[in-house]
C-alpha cells in the first residue's frame, strides 16, 4: 500500500506543474493578445487657428518629428521626443520670413515662369 500512495503523490505533483505551466501560458498569451495598437500618425497633418501641425519622419536618424507653423509670426519648428529624457526638444527652428526676403520676392507673391518668345511653335 506504500507504493500505491507514492504513485498517487508523483501523479498529483505531474498533474500540479503541468496544470500550473498551462495557467501561466493562458496568462501570457492574453498578454500579448490584449495589449493595445501603438498610435501610428505617420503622414498626418492637421490645423487650428494660425497654425498647422504635421509629423514626419528622418530615415537616416530613425526619429520622429513634429512640425509646427506659426502663420502670422511665419515661423516652422521642428520638435522631437527625447526617450532618454523623457522629454519633447525643438530641433530646430526656421524663420521664413526672412527666407521669403532671401529669394528676391519681397512682396511674398509667387513668381511665374518666364514665357519663352516662340509660343509652342517650331522654329
Same mark, same amino acid.
Given at each position: 500500500?506504500?507504493?500505491?500512495?507514492?504513485?498517487?503523490?508523483?501523479?498529483?505533483?505531474?498533474?500540479?506543474?503541468?496544470?500550473? /505551466?498551462?495557467?501561466?501560458?493562458?496568462?501570457?498569451?492574453?498578454?500579448?493578445?490584449?495589449?493595445?495598437?501603438?498610435?501610428?500618425?505617420?503622414?498626418?497633418? /492637421?490645423?487650428?487657428?494660425?497654425?498647422?501641425?504635421?509629423?514626419?519622419?528622418?530615415?537616416?536618424?530613425? %526619429? %520622429?518629428?513634429?512640425?509646427?507653423?506659426?502663420?502670422?509670426?511665419?515661423?516652422?519648428?521642428?520638435?522631437?521626443?527625447?526617450?532618454?529624457?523623457?522629454?519633447? %526638444?525643438?530641433?530646430? #527652428?526656421?524663420?521664413?520670413? %526672412?527666407?521669403?526676403?532671401?529669394?528676391?520676392?519681397?512682396?511674398?507673391?509667387? /513668381?511665374?515662369?518666364?514665357?519663352? #518668345? /516662340?509660343?509652342?511653335?517650331?522654329?
Amino acid at each position: 500500500m506504500d507504493t500505491n500512495n507514492r504513485t498517487l503523490d508523483s501523479r498529483d505533483f505531474t498533474i500540479g506543474i503541468l496544470s500550473t /505551466t498551462s495557467a501561466i501560458l493562458l496568462v501570457g498569451l492574453l498578454i500579448i493578445n490584449t495589449r493595445p495598437e501603438p498610435a501610428w500618425a505617420d503622414g498626418m497633418t /492637421t490645423s487650428a487657428g494660425d497654425y498647422v501641425l504635421t509629423v514626419g519622419k528622418v530615415a537616416a536618424a530613425d %526619429e %520622429e518629428y513634429v512640425y509646427v507653423l506659426d502663420s502670422p509670426s511665419a515661423k516652422l519648428i521642428a520638435y522631437r521626443f527625447n526617450p532618454s529624457r523623457q522629454q519633447i %526638444e525643438i530641433v530646430q #527652428g526656421i524663420d521664413l520670413s %526672412e527666407l521669403r526676403t532671401q529669394d528676391g520676392d519681397t512682396a511674398g507673391q509667387p /513668381t511665374r515662369p518666364k514665357k519663352s #518668345g /516662340t509660343r509652342g511653335r517650331r522654329p
